[in-house]
């Protein structure tokens, strides 16, 4: 199992970029909340800060390697999560969206991961109905983050699952 461990300030408008270690304590990537423009950000600020929600995944390099945006078109509201190393692009939307607590389909059109939510606990990342990995935020001072990525999961790479926790889990919206 591979684990990474990160924290996050306790509030959403705050936009640091953060780095993500890895179990032997050496950072593996880095992510940060973007707005392309000031603009964006006011009107995020008026809007609670979810409605213009996009994350930035670097590697130590600081080279852009994955981004997760929200989406909204004729009232559906969807994420864009895209593999710019990879050149490979995943759609997560929500699952029966008529529960309190809705999971989410996430599908490149071949692959498809299901996401539960939990609001307290463990988010798990499902494949064939099998745990391939988990998510978890306690807050403390700060939000101290947890993800845990099963070896025989089919995407090992923790910037996919980062990227995608950070806008459906940690901001949500």
């Known amino acids: 199992m591979h684990i990474y461990t990160y924290t996050q300030p306790n509030s959403i408008d705050i936009t640091p970029l953060i780095s993500v270690y890895n179990h032997e304590g050496v950072a593996s990537v880095e992510f940060q909340r973007y707005y392309s423009n000031k603009l964006k950000k006011f009107v995020d600020k008026l809007m609670d800060y979810r409605y213009f929600l996009r994350y930035n995944v670097y590697n130590t390099n600081k080279e852009l390697i994955f981004t997760c945006k929200k ?44 996401l539960h ?34 070896e025989d999961s089919p995407i090992q790479n923790e910037a996919f699952f980062i990227a995608i926790s950070q806008c459906a889990l940690f901001v949500g919206g």
Do not use: C
């Not at 994420?79 to 692009?89: F, K, M, P, R």
């Not at 978890?136 to 983050?145: D, N, P, R």
């Open 71 to 114: 989406v909204s078109k004729k009232g559906r509201v969807y994420y864009e999560a895209s593999d710019l190393v990879q050149q490979h692009t995943y759609i997560v939307a929500y699952d029966k969206w008529k529960e309190l607590i809705p999971d989410l389909m996430i599908t490149d059109g071949n692959l498809q991961i299901k």
């Open 117 to 150: 939510k939990e609001m307290e606990g463990w988010s798990r990342y499902t494949h064939n109905n099998k745990e391939i990995a988990r998510w978890k935020a306690e807050l403390k001072e700060e939000f101290s983050i947890q993800l845990e990525i099963e």
